[in-house]
């Protein structure tokens, strides 16, 4: 997000107001860290609740997270 505002105030400064940048050019362009297992297992954990998995989701949660909320919550 910082980059989108850095590139919008460059060009505003330097006088291209009609020049677009657009954030999918911006976001392309970045390096993204491989993912780790822990990003994976959240992005599939993630999945679960989006698929209406309510079951399954609470089932690969975390011990933290089922100490604090019931299979019913």
Do not use: H
């Not at 657009?22 to 297992?41: H, L, M, V, Y």
């Amino acid at each position: 997000m910082s980059l989108i505002i850095a590139a919008a105030a460059l060009l505003t400064i330097s006088g291209q107001d009609d020049a677009r940048v657009s954030a999918q050019n911006i976001s392309t362009s970045i390096a993204r860290p491989a993912e780790t297992k822990a990003s994976a297992d959240a992005r599939k954990w993630v999945e679960l609740l989006d698929e209406g998995q309510w079951d399954a989701s609470w089932q690969a949660a975390g011990t933290l997270f089922k100490a604090k909320i019931t299979p019913a919550q």
